[in-house]
Every structure is written in structure tokens, then in C-alpha cells.
């Protein structure tokens, strides 16, 4: 697939916002500080296309960005900032319930996760609800430019164990400020959205 041009086409705070056409999905989510816009700029090769907040917790809604006409690719709100309001965590865990009800118009979940951390309940949480899916996905481990060479490989093996990946998922490192594993990243979208 094409990954130009892009544009962001809409917010949807509710169900009621959520685009439903015949375009396949590529869901992204993450914590709040994780790194989820900068990934989805890099790969799409833009610079603030998604939007990076100068502090967590900036993407409330899910946001829809339109790839080569073809091709959603829907940013979930982050979670897990910690001065959210209890209000607004809970219409987060509302929107993400509503959301995940219709598995269906998920082609494919793209969770990312700090490759630097162990990953979090919320992260845990996250992953299951795309297991529920039954949907191709991966597990991108972010920030890997911030990681000795040592740390690297027992980092992965700490997310795949918390995580309960299967060997068969993908799980890979990526950092979009060096743009490692970018290519591999397009080519596994490309992979299930080409199909």
C-alpha cells in the first residue's frame, strides 16, 4: 500500500462519530506519553500530521486519518495519564467499550508500547481487548533508540512474557526519531491491508 498522501479527517468522541465504510482500519493505540503520534507521523511521513502534544494525554478522541484515499488509520485516546479526571477516564473507557463492540471494522490493531518499561495493566487490558478481536495485529515496542544494545533483547522478551504474546505475533522495536523498524512497520500494514 501507499502511505502518501494523508490527511486527518475527523474526531468522534462517541459511537455515534465512528466512521463506517468500506476502507480497511489500522487501529493504533498506547499510553498517553508513549509515543503513538510520532509513530503514525513517521510512518506516514509526516511531520504533525498526527498531533504531538507537549504533554500526555492530548488525544481524547479517536481521530481518523485518511491514507492514499484507501486506507483509515484510527488513533485511539491515549490512556494511563495519570491527572486525567476520573470523569474523563471513565468516558475513555466507555468511548474504548464502544469501540471494540464492533470488531468487525478492525482490519488490523497496532499496540504500542514503551520498549524501555515492563508493560502496564492498562497495556495488558489494551492487548486484550485486540486479542477479543481476533484481528492481525503487532506489538510495537517504541523508544528504542533510548535502549543500551544489552537492554534490548531481554526488553522484548519482558513484553512478549507480559504480554502473553504468542512467538507467531509480531512483536517489533521501532523509534521514530532514528525511524527504525519504519520499513518493517509498513511492510507488515501492507501485508494484511493489501490483501
Known amino acids: 500500500m501507499k502511505f502518501e498522501p ?3 479527517v475527523k474526531s468522534a468522541g462517541a459511537k455515534s462519530g465512528f ?10 493505540s498506547g ?21 504531538v502534544g507537549s504533554a500526555p494525554g492530548k488525544t481524547t478522541n ?4 485518511l491514507v492514499a484515499d484507501k486506507v483509515w488509520f484510527v488513533d485511539l485516546p491515549g490512556y494511563g495519564y495519570a491527572k486525567v479526571p476520573q470523569a474523563e477516564r471513565l ?23 514503551d520498549g524501555r518499561h515492563k508493560p502496564t495493566e492498562l497495556d495488558v487490558m489494551m ?21 543500551k544494545a544489552s537492554e534490548r533483547d531481554p ?3 519482558l513484553i512478549r512474557d507480559t504480554l502473553a ?19 518493517e512497520l509498513r511492510a507488515l500494514i501492507s501485508s494484511v491491508v493489501d490483501q
Open 91 to 113: 468516558r475513555w473507557g466507555k468511548l474504548m467499550e464502544d469501540f471494540f463492540s464492533e470488531p468487525e471494522r478492525i482490519t488490523m490493531g497496532v499496540q504500542i508500547v
Open 127 to 147: 492487548n486484550d481487548l485486540f486479542d477479543s478481536c481476533g484481528c492481525p495485529r503487532v506489538v510495537v515496542a517504541n523508544k528504542y533508540d533510548k535502549l
Open 31 to 51: 499510553k498517553s506519553n508513549v509515543g503513538k503520534s510520532s509513530v503514525i507521523n513517521c510512518l506516514l511521513n509526516r511531520k504533525n500530521l498526527a498531533r
Open 155 to 157: 526488553n522484548l522478551a
Open 165 to 183: 504474546l504468542p512467538e507467531e505475533l509480531p512483536l517489533m522495536y521501532f523509534s521514530a526519531e532514528k525511524k527504525t523498524g519504519r520499513d
Open 62 to 65: 479517536v481521530n481518523y486519518f
Open 19 to 28: 466512521i463506517r465504510d468500506d476502507r480497511p482500519c489500522v487501529v493504533f
Open 6 to 8: 494523508a490527511e486527518f
